[in-house]
């Protein structure tokens, strides 16, 4: 049974930082490319960030101007996102997801098959 697992959600003011973790489990996770999604109320689901299955590769949306840093570990099957200077914009439901194999386009969330639940980060300002 596949899962992703998200954590370390919360509750910070602007200027804070979190770090999200995803625990996947029940598919190949070692060779699978990851991706963080956020999704805002009233918003569209948008991209956040991509690492390579081997951690050597990663992009990241527009918007997070080197504040954010996508990791993993694939001894412990969990990817990373850390999160510094944080803004109140940033406040959204995250998602971390499995990209699926041979697909193009890293920031579609259509290229992406497997999703975690969702883990809630509110910045206050």
């Known amino acids: 049974q596949v899962q992703l697992v998200e954590s370390g959600g919360g509750l910070v003011q602007a200027g804070g930082s979190l770090r999200l973790s995803c625990a996947a489990s029940g598919f190949a996770y070692s060779t699978s490319a990851m991706g963080w999604f956020r999704q805002a109320p009233g918003k569209e689901r948008e991209f956040v960030a991509y690492?390579?299955?081997?951690?050597?590769?990663?992009y990241y949306g527009d918007f997070v101007k080197g504040r954010f840093t996508i990791s993993r570990d694939n001894a412990k099957n969990t990817v990373y996102l850390q999160m510094n200077s944080l803004k109140a914009e940033d406040t959204a439901v995250y998602y971390c997801a499995r990209k699926i194999r041979g697909s193009s386009d890293y920031r579609d969330l259509n290229n992406y098959d497997y999703w975690g639940q969702g883990t809630q980060v509110t910045v206050s300002s």
């Open positions: 690492i390579a299955w081997s951690g050597g590769i990663t």
